[in-house]
């Protein structure tokens, strides 16, 4: 039998006090200082000596990663360690305590500066990563894996019906949300913690626009709580994963201060640590070979036609201005009203622009077939799945691939190799709201993708 090899480690990503935060668009102000570290853990696992099947996991704790960085930080971490590109997963916290950066492209030389960002940073960025992979893959050692789950409830649904069958963002206890979160071990002979990851979807929102600290937010103090419970009486203390889960419709049922991250987030933390103690081991002596596979799906996602809508916004806007033109009443209340109107019409017609932008500025877009090219990534370990999604699924998507029979334990990790933005459910579109507003995929393109991984799911099973 062959064994099994796990190794990890951690790179603080160190970005300078005082640029600008991503997360909040009404955030005031740019960073003032570090409450916690920012950094990106790896694990990665191997089946056996060397050119045996090799993967690698990396949770990042940044708002999010493009594709082309993605390929970056895989490309390096690929020519380093013999790992295949297509085997390593990048995946974003989805913090939004990080840095502004440019998510999708590294500054080139030539780039002018930007206020609030730090170029040379944002440049370092890709091998900062790849440097965790490599020295987790340069840390590999025997051990034998744990996997549970555990009871977690923060996360609360955030699509509140109005009377008006119009949706705000706002808790909605009645509505779908994961109770639940995922978790694996990895050990070594002695039983002392090589790594642990955490999955579960929710939103890393617990601090506010009012903060201007760089943090984890509440995972952070999952992690802490995690490692500081597996390190106890031991030599070395183990590193922890955060795989932010389906989390497009779901936050924190309570935020605002760090107070509250670090309740819940220890909670996490302590639950899974818990769980796991019971667990049985997987790839030890007597419990049968760990087989290890990795795939790459590439998606061609439909966009959404803003025809339609791009034209009534228009519409409405020469008629806002015509108004405005034609009043003869003075400065007063009218006035007003009609500048108010218009400045309503021009802004509902600036966000059909910029997404229409958006689209044709992207490489990824086909803009005659008006599709987007994307992946999903899959890796399997044993009895266990690990399905990355390159977005913000919904979490009726996110339970339907976890519900798959095919795997004991399947983890959905959101924010993987790529960002394509929300990833409604079809029945969102119907009803509108935030996520759906600012989706840039066709209704009926979660679906596709949940599918696509249980397809996946089985065919990597049988």
């Given at each position: ?75 390096r ?5 013999g ?51 490599v ?138 640590f ?19 596979a ?37 400065d ?7 500048r108010?109107?218009h ?14 932008e ?27 799945a ?20 095919h ?56």
């Open positions: 039998m062959r064994p099994l090899y796990a190794g990890a480690a951690r790179v603080k990503l160190d970005p300078p006090v005082g640029l600008a935060m991503l997360g909040y668009g009404n955030r005031a102000g740019h960073n003032a200082g570090v409450h916690d570290d920012l950094a990106a853990q790896a694990l990665v696992l191997r089946a056996g000596g060397d050119g045996a099947p090799i993967v690698a996991i990396a949770g990042v704790d940044l708002l999010a990663l493009g594709d082309r960085i993605a390929c970056d930080i895989r490309k971490a690929a020519a380093d360690t790992i295949p590109a297509d085997s390593i997963l990048i995946c974003a916290t989805h913090t939004h305590s990080a840095p502004a950066f440019n998510i999708f492209a590294t500054p080139r030389a030539d780039a002018k500066p930007a206020d609030g960002r730090d170029l040379e940073w944002e440049r370092a960025i890709p091998g900062k990563i790849a440097s965790a992979i020295q987790a893959h340069e840390n590999l050692e025997p051990a034998t894996l744990r996997a549970a789950t555990a009871r977690f409830t923060l996360g609360i649904n955030r699509r509140l019906m109005r009377p008006n069958r119009q949706i705000q963002l706002a808790a909605n206890c009645a509505g779908p949300a994961d109770p639940e979160v995922t978790t694996l071990g990895a050990y070594r002979p002695d039983a002392s913690p090589i790594a642990f990851i955490m999955n579960y979807p929710c939103h890393g929102v617990v601090l506010c626009e009012d903060n201007l600290l760089y943090s984890r937010d509440w995972p952070g103090f999952a992690m802490e709580e995690i490692e500081s419970a597996g390190c106890a009486g031991a030599a070395r203390r183990p590193v922890s994963i955060f795989l932010q889960g389906a989390t497009g419709n779901v936050d924190p049922r309570s935020r605002g201060s760090f107070e509250v991250a670090e309740q819940y987030g220890r909670a996490m933390g302590r639950a899974a818990d769980a796991l103690a019971h667990a049985p081991s997987i790839g030890g002596a007597g419990t049968g070979e760990v087989k290890i990795a795939r790459k799906i590439a998606l061609n996602l439909k966009l959404k036609d803003f025809g339609a809508e791009l034209a009534i916004a228009r519409d409405c806007a020469a008629q806002t201005q015509s108004s405005l033109d034609n009043h003869r009443g003075g007063g209340f009218q006035l007003k009203r009609l108010d109107h400045a309503q019409s021009l802004a509902a017609l600036g966000a059909l622009e910029t997404l229409e958006q689209n044709r500025r992207d490489r990824r877009v086909d803009v005659a077939r008006r599709e987007l090219a994307t992946a999903m990534s899959i890796v399997t370990i044993g009895s266990l690990i399905v990355g999604i390159p977005g913000e699924l919904f979490v009726e998507l996110g339970l339907a691939i976890k519900a798959a029979p795997f004991d334990q399947t983890f959905v990790a959101g924010y993987c190799n790529d960002l394509i933005g929300y990833i409604p459910t079809r029945a969102a579109y119907a009803e509108g709201g935030y996520e759906v507003d600012t989706a840039r995929i066709a209704a009926g393109s979660g679906e596709t993708i949940a599918d696509t991984a249980l397809a996946a799911l089985a065919a990597m099973r049988a």
